[in-house]
């Protein structure tokens, strides 16, 4: 069993930054991938990044791509997300996820493919 704990949401004014934070206890090798995915309120969760652990293979929405970035430290199995040049658009609740296994095909955002959540953080954009 994996257990998921995110960290670091918080209120930024536009334009700004933060940094999440996600340490998952319990067995995960490298080979297995690790994402975040966030949802605001009446709308679809989504999903923001990726990493294919051990491979450093990243993949990010286009939403967010050139502004996030997504990081998987193995020794401290903390895997970060570094949020810059902050929108409105980027408010939800912010979760991170993790597979139950090796990522078949390579890295996803496909909300399927991963099997333990955390229970996420808010991030609030005010302009």
């Known amino acids: 069993q994996v257990q998921v704990v995110e960290s670091g949401g918080g209120s930024v004014q536009a334009g700004g930054s933060l940094r999440l934070s996600c340490v998952a206890s319990?067995?995960?090798?490298?080979?297995?991938?690790m994402a975040w995915f966030r949802q605001a309120p009446g709308k679809e969760r989504e999903g923001v990044a990726a990493e294919y652990l051990g491979r450093e293979d990243r993949y990010y929405s286009d939403s967010v791509k050139g502004r996030f970035t997504i990081s998987h430290d193995s020794v401290k199995d903390t895997l970060t997300l570094q949020m810059t040049a902050l929108t409105p658009e980027d408010s939800g609740l912010y979760h991170c996820?993790?597979?139950?296994?090796?990522?078949?095909?390579?890295?996803?955002?496909?909300?399927?493919?991963?099997?333990?959540w955390g229970q996420g953080t808010q991030v609030t954009v005010f302009s």
């Open positions: 319990g067995r995960i090798y490298a080979g297995f991938c």
């Open positions: 996820a993790v597979t139950s296994g090796y990522c078949p095909g390579g890295v996803s955002l496909r909300p399927d493919a991963y099997s333990y």
